[in-house]
């Protein structure tokens, strides 16, 4: 099979492997028909996530078509159309009994954190991802689900992470009737966690972000006011200006690790790898939000230390929230807002791209060139 592998920061190509194989009686093998590039891929195209070792193919939002099954699988069979969460999870253990999908302790060996997360380094189990013709899914029973004959591909393949995720987002914020909710970042997560605040209530809906095609997006797509930060000496101080200088009910992190920073936490972040990745989102969500208020936390960053300004959410009194989304929790809900028409996750789709040409899709999306929000990736057959 054709297979995305790293070859090092900035360095991805498309190599001939091995079909995976059932390595377990719980196993699918899976041949990928639609992926996507996520945001979060980008942290590992650049270098910023400990222990992406060469010769991974990533990807963890994608769909396809079953192709074989292991001889335990009861719930699938070759032939089903299916849609996998980015989690790999086993289902019966403490954290996934309480839901807590993305917390499994039976997926990966460095469990105190993350559970399992498809084509994202050793830190999260090491399984290879979906920007390939087959993957293998393990605890194939569990995770993945058949695509309703109604919904189209394109949005099944967004309800594997990123709308799922944006929604998870504005869900942990808490949002009471009427609230201003502030996102920082209008990439896909971002733009979804805007959209989903409305779902929940919110009465004002602001988006940030310096790239003027995704806030034409998110205007578009997420009917939220939007703030350039680069045409602010001081966003902060904008925010508290728009909101009777008290500040948001709730503000959502969805940039994470590689937020707009200065030199100094680029090179420590970035660079050295001294910081788990540059904290001015965060640090903005702290101090943009109102004494009292809840900042959810979308973004990922990676498992180190980072510059946060704990002690100013302390004295301000804030709930802070944060988690890798447990997806398929989500889905029954998304289920019926799709099928009722309040959201269409495909609108943010901009790029179909074949797979053999994903390191021109990885350039395209991470130099943000040619109005990219949200690529697909598609492999086509043998």
């Known amino acids: 099979m054709r297979a995305m592998v790293y070859r090092g920061p900035y360095k991805v190509r498309v190599e001939e492997r091995d079909v995976p194989r059932i390595e377990h009686p719980n196993d699918a093998i899976v041949r990928v028909t639609t992926a996507a590039i996520c945001g979060s891929d980008l942290h590992l195209y650049h270098g910023m996530m400990p222990d992406t070792r060469v010769g991974t193919t990533f990807g963890h939002e994608f769909v396809g078509v079953v192709h074989e099954v292991g001889s335990s699988v009861q719930h699938l069979k070759p032939g089903d159309r299916v849609m996998v969460p980015f989690n790999v999870y086993c289902g019966s253990c403490w954290y996934c009994a309480r839901g807590l999908y993305s917390n499994c302790h039976n997926v ?88 989903s605040a409305w779902l929940m209530g919110a009465g004002r809906v602001i988006v940030i972000d310096h790239l003027e095609y995704r806030l034409e997006k998110a205007r578009e797509f997420a009917h939220a006011e939007t703030f350039n930060f680069a045409e602010h000496d001081d966003i902060v101080v904008e925010m508290k200006r728009t909101t009777d200088h008290l500040g948001a009910d709730v503000v959502i992190d969805a940039v994470g690790a590689e937020a707009d920073g200065n030199f100094t936490q680029h090179v420590t972040s970035a660079k050295l790898k001294l910081q788990g990745g540059s904290p001015i989102a965060l640090n903005w969500a702290i101090d943009s939000v109102r004494k009292g208020g809840t900042v959810s936390v979308m973004g990922a960053y990676g498992p180190m230390f980072s510059a946060v300004k704990f002690g100013d959410a302390l004295n301000k009194g804030l709930t802070l929230r944060m988690n890798q989304c447990p997806v398929k929790r989500q889905w029954p809900r998304l289920f019926e807002h799709i099928r009722n028409g309040y959201l269409k996750p495909s609108d943010l789709v901009t790029h179909r791209i074949p797979l053999e040409h994903i390191a021109e899709g990885y350039h395209i999306f991470s130099a943000k060139l040619d109005g990219c929000i949200k690529p697909l990736i598609v492999p086509g057959t043998s």
């Open 108 to 195: 990966n060996p460095n469990a105190t954190a993350v559970g399992g997360i498809y084509g994202y380094s050793h830190t999260c189990g090491g399984y290879d991802g979906g920007q390939a013709e087959f993957v293998r899914v393990p605890f194939a029973d569990v995770g993945p689900s058949i695509i309703p004959d109604w919904m189209d591909e394109e949005d099944a393949v967004l309800l594997t992470d990123a709308l799922a995720t944006g929604y998870f987002g504005a869900q942990l914020g808490d949002i009471v009737e009427g609230d201003t909710v502030v996102v920082l970042g209008a990439g896909p997560v971002g733009l979804f966690a805007a959209k």
